[in-house]
């Protein structure tokens, strides 16, 4: 059964680097089917789509975020990471990653199931 | 930049109503909406993606239609674990965006 777990810290400082990992079990990450992405949800935004990434490396960005985010994949591990540079409060959410299936239709069948991070000082 | 509208925020209903959740897009995109359901300390769990296509394991009461820029997610037979927040969210030129959200309570 295909699982998603999502691990990083809880508490990031202002202007930090926020790092996530997102650790998939039961299904490659290497996966010709899917991309894998990151959501994030905050009281403030709701549910925010974050960018989206396939094995060979390709990314698509939400464009409000693009300038400070990298993902990457290693599918040694078969994990996915997120870096999200100089936060700021705006940032603190609930960080969710998923699988995006090919033939979904742009929807998101699995999620982990989420990584809550704070950014305060 | 394309726009979701999502409605009512709040749905107030009883076990056995059926209740109809909108979503408008502000430009075409097909069938490419996708609707979730969400409950507290919970991740969004699929229900219907491809606008009417149910996600296996999802039971029938549940249903989406609509294409273009009118979108609607129907409860059947409401039971009880069906009280939770509703969203939708649509795929547009590598693009996702999630509606504000549905939460359907308790009359």
């Known amino acids: 059964q295909l699982q998603m777990q999502e691990s990083g810290p809880g508490l990031v400082k202002p202007l930090e680097t926020l790092s996530l990992i997102c650790t998939v079990s039961g299904d490659s990450i290497s996966s010709r089917n899917h991309y894998w992405g990151w959501i994030r949800q905050s009281p403030e935004k709701g549910l925010e789509w974050i960018a989206n990434i396939f094995y060979t490396g390709i990314t698509h960005y939400n464009p409000s975020l693009k300038s400070r985010v990298t993902l990457s994949v290693d599918p040694t591990e078969n994990q996915l990471s997120l870096k999200l540079v100089s936060v700021t409060a705006a940032d603190s959410a609930v960080y969710y990653c998923a699988r995006r299936r090919s033939g979904g239709g742009g929807s998101f069948d699995i999620w982990g199931q989420g990584a809550l991070v704070t950014v305060s000082s | 930049d394309i726009q979701v509208t999502q409605s009512p925020s709040t749905l107030s209903a009883s076990v056995g109503d059926t209740i109809i959740i909108t979503c408008r897009a502000s430009?075409?995109?097909?069938?490419?909406l996708a609707w979730y359901q969400q409950k507290p300390g919970k991740a969004p769990s699929l229900l219907i993606y491809k606008a009417s296509a149910l996600e296996s394991g999802v039971p029938s009461r549940f249903s989406g239609s609509g294409s273009g820029t009118e979108f609607t997610l129907t409860i059947s037979s409401l039971q009880p674990g069906d009280f939770a927040t509703y969203y939708c969210?649509?795929?547009?030129?590598?693009?996702?965006?999630f509606g504000q959200g549905t939460k359907l309570e308790v009359k």
């Open positions: 969210q649509l795929y547009n030129s590598n693009l996702f965006i």
């Open positions: 430009h075409n995109i097909g069938d490419w």
